[in-house]
T-cell receptor, first 116, second 114 residues
Framework: DTGVSQDPRHKITKRGQNVTFRCDPI?????LYWYRQTLGQGPEFLTY????????KSRLLSDRFSAERPKGSFSTLEIQRTEQGDSAMYLC??????????????FGNGTRLTVT | GENVEQHPSTLSVQEGDSAVIKCTYS??????FPWYKQELGKRPQLIID?????GEKKDQRIAVTLNKTAKHFSLHITETQPEDSAVYFC?????????????FGQGTRLTINP
């Protein structure tokens, strides 16, 4: 399977703990996105990378959240001092291309985070 | 910023009938409108998209129409089949050169009754 890969699939953690998720995009895609999806809602944009540069961040991304893409390939999303409100599905997506045109996004299967 | 409203939240149709899902958006300068299908426990998958320079696009049993004046777009599925049962999300992207985010609607749970 050469699609977007996310790890882990599920994560259960206690409130106050830190968690880190990993995303491996489709290899030739230079754009990478993180979205968050809560039950019964559409995905909400968190952040976007073009290669290693983080070019856009949502106001949803509080100072407890940090994302990196150090070599322009895989990306990590870290949540510090988790809160119960952080419980959600964290989706990663990738796409090719440059410029303003938004190519179709390819989503991964997501990491489901449960904060107890 | 962009706001996308989607209706209905649930839709149930008989197999073989047509289904229509509608979305409205707030930013008149938005220029890209994709539709995603998400089956239970699976990733969202793009099924069709339309850019603001066309009014309609069709792919087999699926079509999308765009009315820029009214700021709404719709998904049409004809000859529905049981495998069409899923949650469908519309989305819109603003025109800003640097902006790469999609704003999604709340989703429509489509059930096809055999």
């Amino acid at each position: 399977d050469t699609g977007v890969s996310q790890d882990p699939r599920h994560k259960i953690t206690k409130r106050g703990q830190n968690v880190t998720f990993r995303c491996d995009p489709i290899s030739e895609h230079n754009r990478l996105y993180w979205y968050r999806q809560t039950l019964g809602q559409g995905p909400e944009f968190l952040t976007y990378f073009q290669n290693e540069a983080q070019l856009e961040k949502s106001r949803l991304l509080s100072d407890r959240f940090s994302a990196e893409r150090p070599k322009g390939s895989f990306s990590t999303l870290e949540i510090q001092r988790t809160e119960q409100g952080d419980s959600a599905m964290y989706l990663c997506a990738s796409s090719p291309g440059t410029g303003g045109l938004l190519p179709p996004l390819h989503f991964g299967n997501g990491t489901r985070l449960t904060v107890t | 910023g962009e706001n996308v409203e989607q209706h209905p939240s649930t839709l149930s149709v008989q197999e073989g009938d047509s289904a229509v899902i509608k979305c409205t958006y707030s930013d008149s300068a938005s220029n890209y409108f994709p539709w995603y299908k998400q089956e239970l426990g699976k990733r969202p998958q793009l099924i069709i998209d339309i850019r603001s320079n066309v009014g309609e696009k069709k792919d087999q049993r699926i079509a999308v129409t765009l009315n820029k004046t009214a700021k709404h777009f719709s998904l049409h599925i004809t000859e529905t089949q049981p495998e069409d049962s899923a949650v469908y999300f519309c989305a819109a992207k603003g025109p800003s050169q640097g902006a790469q985010k999609l704003v999604f609607g709340q989703g429509t749970r489509l059930t096809i009754n055999p």
